[in-house]
Each structure stands twice: as structure tokens, then as C-alpha cells.
């Protein structure tokens, strides 16, 4: 089983690194951008536990580990293994 | 008394906080690895600067799971005297010692250069040794230095005098370009509410010594040792904020 979660800066922090992406789109010509969020992508493969397990399981690893709550917000998902 | 400077695999100012304890300030210090599960019977813990695990993650986010950061919560929640420097800094944010967290700075560059801070608490077991409105000149150098808590926290702060030192110019006045990591109110230093754990972004062991052309930073340990002996001689502690 694997999961995906994405870890990016809440709405109400600056994001310097999205700033600077998005000046850069803009600079280039991508006149339609009109903002731009730089995140983290955590993949990351499960065992022995199910579905219902991991749902628990996910969240409070984001939470503790992977995401400061101060200042990011996460969303994950399960993801197709191949 | 006895200072303890611990060590994570990244460390690279752990040395010369030892060297200032020890042989500028003349205190009793010893090195504790991350991985031991003993604080050695010492009276301040201090957290150096470095790239604690790489930086992996979040700058300090991996070292709060070091066996010995069990050991130095217990050590502070039980009013144990612990000073961050810069890394330990961010340690004992993603720790939760103390409030807030860091970002990348403004200009999106490392920093390493001298700045100005100015003593907005001279209150505390960390700055007692100074005065009110006092400009100390210390070197930074890092990359997240850009502090950040959220509005609530930011009152709490504000409310408790926890805010001890600020980023200004060389007479002591806030600016935007004093300020230059872009951090929130110009925040360079905090204590916890009890007054017991403090984090600076700026390195006082790298100002320590003429030599290096500033021994301005010796106010911060100057004042832990003077908190030490009041506390060995058991007069009255000077405490800040309230629990």
C-alpha cells in the first residue's frame, strides 16, 4: 500500500521559494500566473496494516514528522502501487 | 556549576561553544552525545549551532528525536536552564520548547555576517549580565533564520516580555534593512514563559574573544553564570513571564 502526502505552507505564511518561482514564470512570460506554492512530496510505502489503519496512521505521521503545524498544512492520499 | 554542550551528527559550532565555556568564561563544561541517555549532572544544557542531521526535513526537525532530547525536556520542564544557538535554536522550536517556528530568509540566501541585536529584556536568566536597549554586535550565519508564530502567539509573546533580542541598526533602531533574515517584528531571540529556555539566531560563542573582533556575546553567558549562582546561593530568582 502507498500513500502520497503533500506538505506545503499555509495560506497565511509567505512562501519566499513560490514568490521567487512565480516571478520567474512571470519574467518569462506566463503573464496568467498569478501565484505559485512550493511544497514537499513524501511518498511512502506501508506494510501489515490496512486500509482503515493506515487512514489513522497517516494523518498523525504528518502531523508529528513530516509537517510543522505552525507553519505548514498537509493533505495526502493512497496512491496506485505498481 | 556545569555546562553541557550537546553534540548531534552535524554539529559544527559545538566546539567553540565549548571553548567559550570553558576557557574564556572558566566553567566546568562537558560534551553530551545525542545518543546517551545522561545529562551528566550539568546545570545548562546548550544546543549549538550546525546542520543537525543534514538539515533534512526541516532545519532542526530530525534532532528533537535524539535519545538525549527526551532527557533535556525533562531537564527544562523541570526549570533546568537551556540555551539554542542558532540550530539548537530551531531544535527547540520543532521541539516545542519554545513558540513559533522558522522560515526561510527573506532574500532566499544563507547569511553569514555580522548584525546588531538590541536587548528588549534584560529581565532574564539569559541576558541579566546587560541592560535594557543595550546593542550587542554577533555574527549569524544561516539559512531559515526568518522567524514566525502565528497572531495569538505573537500577543503571548508581546505580553510575557518573551521577545529578549531584536535585529537593529548600530544605534539600536528597528529597520527593515537591520532586520535581515525578514523575521517577524525583527525577533532575533526568545525565551519560553517560565523563563528557563532561550533561543537565539545569532552566535554569542562566535563573539566571545577579541580576537575575533567583538566579545559582545559574552553578555549571554556572563548572565547564565550569574543565574547559576544566584540559584546555587539560593537567592531569590529573578523570573520572567508568569506560567
Redesign the interface.
Known amino acids: 500500500m502507498k500513500v502520497r502526502v503533500l506538505v506545503s505552507f499555509k495560506d ?3 512562501d ?2 513560490g514568490q ?1 518561482v512565480m516571478n520567474a514564470l512571470h519574467t518569462l512570460g506566463y503573464g496568467s500566473v498569478r501565484d505559485v506554492r512550493q511544497g514537499k512530496v513524501f511518498d511512502i510505502a506501508l506494510e501489515n496494516l490496512t486500509k482503515k489503519e493506515a487512514e489513522t496512521l497517516v494523518p498523525e505521521i504528518a502531523r508529528k ?2 509537517a ?1 503545524p ?2 505548514e498544512k498537509f493533505v495526502w492520499q493512497f496512491i496506485e502501487s505498481e | 556549576m556545569k555546562f553541557g554542550v550537546v553534540q548531534f551528527p552535524g554539529s559544527n559550532c559545538d566546539w567553540d561553544t565549548f571553548t567559550v565555556l570553558q576557557n574564556v568564561m572558566k566553567q566546568a563544561t562537558v560534551m553530551l552525545w545525542h545518543k546517551d541517555h545522561d545529562l551528566q549532572g550539568v546545570d545548562c544544557v546548550v544546543l549549538p549551532g550546525g546542520f543537525s542531521y543534514g538539515d533534512y526535513l526541516r532545519s532542526g526537525a530530525i534532532a528533537r528525536f535524539s535519545p538525549l532530547m527526551r532527557e533535556v525536556t525533562a531537564f527544562a520542564r523541570r526549570g533546568g536552564l537551556v540555551l539554542g544557538i542558532c540550530n539548537g535554536f530551531q531544535v527547540l522550536l520543532e521541539m516545542g520548547l519554545l513558540p513559533g517556528a522558522m522560515l526561510r530568509n527573506k532574500n532566499l540566501k544563507f547569511l553569514c555576517q555580522h548584525v546588531h541585536v538590541r536587548i528588549e529584556n534584560a529581565g532574564t536568566a539569559f541576558t541579566r549580565a546587560g541592560r535594557r536597549g543595550q546593542v550587542l554586535r554577533i555574527p549569524i550565519a544561516h539559512f531559515d533564520g526568518n522567524y514566525y508564530a502565528p497572531p495569538r502567539t505573537r500577543d503571548r509573546l508581546a505580553r510575557g516580555r518573551q521577545v529578549v533580542l531584536r535585529y537593529c541598526d548600530a544605534d539600536g533602531a528597528l529597520t527593515d534593512d537591520a532586520n535581515v533574515n525578514g523575521s517577524l517584528d525583527s525577533i532575533a531571540g526568545v525565551v519560553n514563559e517560565a523563563g528557563n529556555v532561550m533561543g537565539l539566531m545569532p552566535h554569542p560563542e562566535r563573539a566571545s574573544e577579541t580576537v575575533l573582533g567583538s566579545t559582545d556575546g559574552r553578555v549571554i553567558f556572563a548572565s547564565l553564570i550569574q543565574t547559576l549562582s544566584r540559584r546555587k546561593t539560593g537567592a531569590p530568582r529573578k523570573t520572567r513571564g508568569r506560567r
Open positions: 497565511s505564511v509567505l519566499p521559494q521567487t514528522v513530516l510543522n505552525i507553519i
